[in-house]
């Protein structure tokens, strides 16, 4: 099993150019590098595009998987739930939502109780976990932000010596 992972801007924006990059991207590291197991967080848009992209490559690669490592207040659907999740939100509140499936999903108590670092700790083990990084990180948002969870996940990951492609 080989792993990568995703995190980037929670209000990465959403264009047609990006898409295609992250397939291209994702693609190339399914068929080159092996790679089968896709791990996603939940908290920005960069994660839900990169959901989009692996679903839609996993009717070509159906052995791919995606899990979801979730924090506390966070929540995703095992394959086959989805459907019916957005259904019943849709009843509830009178909108259209994307709930997005997963062949697993992960919590652990541990960063769950972490407070205000669970987001920080939760990347970590997303980082741990896979040996290829895919990130959207601008350096123009990142100016004056000194605490981003992009900036501290990606610097973890260089740390750690993970491969890591940054598709800005």
């Not at 459907?83 to 009843?91: A, C, F, G, L, T």
Request: include cysteine; glycine fraction near 6%.
């Amino acid at each position: 099993m080989k792993a990568c992972s995703f995190f980037g801007h929670r209000d990465t924006p959403q264009t047609e150019q990006l898409k295609q990059k992250v397939k291209e991207t994702v693609e190339r590291l399914i068929v080159e590098e092996g790679v089968d197991t896709f791990l996603f967080g939940s908290r920005s848009k960069f994660d839900e595009l990169c959901h989009i992209v692996v679903t839609e490559l996993k009717e070509k690669y159906p052995h791919i998987q995606r899990i979801a490592y979730l924090c506390k207040h966070e929540s995703g659907c095992l394959v086959g739930k989805g459907r019916d999740e957005e259904r019943r939100i849709k009843e509830l509140t009178g909108r259209d939502v994307y709930v997005r499936e997963f062949e697993d999903i992960k919590m652990s108590d541990r960063i769950n109780s972490a407070g205000r670092a669970s987001y920080v700790e939760r990347n970590q083990w997303l980082v741990n976990d896979s040996e290829f990084v895919v990130c959207y990180m601008d350096s123009l948002l990142m100016r004056d932000k000194k605490t981003s969870g992009t900036l501290l996940a990606y610097e973890y990951a260089k740390n750690e010596k993970k491969s890591i492609e940054n598709i800005k």
